[in-house]
């Protein structure tokens, strides 16, 4: 879970936990790709918001992309819709604020049974 908000990362994860995922909460991009760099089988899925500083969520996306492919990435953004342009690189999108039933519909999409 990416997001520079200390509270939305602590919402975010509290509200993640209780669906049933452990939870690892980085505050920058730059983090969340030396964390898949160095675990990368562990992480099932992403979650990153839009706008951070330094790495926002589309540069986050584009160098996971990059490593791998295949992993599920879903944007959080509450700027409404994704960016046309960077769709492709995100699974799934959520638009703040949006409640916790959203939320586990998105995570049970990507989410290993």
Do not use: N, W
């Amino acid at each position: 879970l990416v997001d520079d908000d200390e509270s939305i990362l602590k919402v975010l994860a509290r509200a993640i936990r209780k669906l049933g995922p452990s939870v690892v909460l980085v505050s920058r991009g730059e983090e969340a790709l030396e964390i898949l760099r160095e675990v990368p089988r562990r992480i099932d899925v992403v979650i990153t918001d839009l706008t951070m500083p330094g790495m926002d969520g589309v540069a986050l996306a584009r160098a996971i992309r990059a490593l791998h492919v295949d992993l599920p990435i879903i944007l959080i953004t509450g700027y409404g819709e994704m960016p046309a342009e960077s769709a492709r690189l995100f699974t799934s999108a959520l638009a703040k604020p949006f409640d916790v039933g959203a939320l586990r519909a998105v995570l049970h999409q990507h989410l290993p049974s």
